[in-house]
T-cell receptor, first 118, second 118 residues
Framework: DTGVSQNPRHKITKRGQNVTFRCDPISEHNRLYWYRQTLGQGPEFLTYFQNEAQLEKSRLLSDRFSAERPKGSFSTLEIQRTEQGDSAMYLC????????????????FGAGSRLTVL | AQKVTQAQTEISVVEKEDVTLDCVYETRDTTYYLFWYKQPPSGELVFLIRRNSFDEQNEISGRYSWNFQKSTSSFNFTITASQVVDSAVYFCALSEANYGGSQGNLIFGKGTKLSVKP
């Protein structure tokens, strides 16, 4: 088990370009989450999947953002027409959620993908 | 609305001092979960503890201890005999339970940066 893997670790792009980040969760984890973290702030929830179903999206996730988890394994987060305000660390996390009776599941985070929009 | 407040932005201590990181939360739910995560300079969030709202018993793990008080909506974290390796940003987070289980959304505070000097 190599933990949660995110690629690329760093991305510098020009305003208006599209970028895509990939997250490979821990293999047996059925839930996958995307968070965004800006400097000096805590992570902010963007969206999460249970298997391949996207169950919740934050209002922070504008129309330019789309996330997929097509086979219930890895996930991609695409940002179209990037803006300077999109510059942030994008964090992926995964967890094993065995059912409603189990209580809160513990998220394991990846090291993040840092986006800089010039 | 749910909210987590970490009023201490930065704390600096000398090695072997004890230090307490404060966390105050707001929620309308009667069932919820509280977490602490550590984010070292490498950037990867590391899970430290999870506590549910029905368990107010304090917990100790080595040099770490947590004090949960529902009456004051606080979940404070104490490091005893701090070490240089404890230097990191520490985040308190809240997750509300929904439909008997847990939502995917962790609400983080802004974090407290702890610097432990030799």
């Amino acid at each position: 088990d190599t933990g949660v893997s995110q690629n690329p670790r760093h991305k510098i792009t020009k305003r208006g370009q599209n970028v895509t980040f990939r997250c490979d969760p821990i293999s047996e984890h059925n839930r996958l989450y995307w968070y965004r973290q800006t400097l000096g702030q805590g992570p902010e929830f963007l969206t999460y999947f249970q298997n391949e179903a996207q169950l919740e999206k934050s209002r922070l996730l504008s129309d330019r953002f789309s996330a997929e988890r097509p086979k219930g394994s890895f996930s991609t987060l695409e940002i179209q027409r990037t803006e300077q305000g999109d510059s942030a660390m994008y964090l992926c996390a995964s967890s094993l959620y065995p059912g409603a009776a189990s209580g809160a599941n513990v998220l394991t985070f990846g090291a993040g993908s840092r986006l800089t929009v010039l | 609305a749910q909210k987590v407040t970490q009023a201490q932005t930065e704390i600096s201590v000398v090695e072997k001092e004890d230090v307490t990181l404060d966390c105050v939360y707001e929620t309308r739910d009667t069932t919820y979960y509280l977490f602490w995560y550590k984010q070292p300079p490498s950037g990867e969030l590391v899970f430290l503890i999870r506590r549910n709202s029905f368990d107010e018993q304090n917990e100790i793990s080595g040099r770490y201890s947590w004090n949960f008080q529902k009456s004051t909506s606080s979940f404070n974290f104490t490091i005893t005999a701090s070490q240089v390796v404890d230097s990191a940003v520490y985040f308190c987070a809240l997750s509300e339970a929904n439909y008997g289980g847990s939502q995917g959304n962790l609400i983080f505070g802004k974090g407290t940066k702890l610097s432990v000097k030799p």
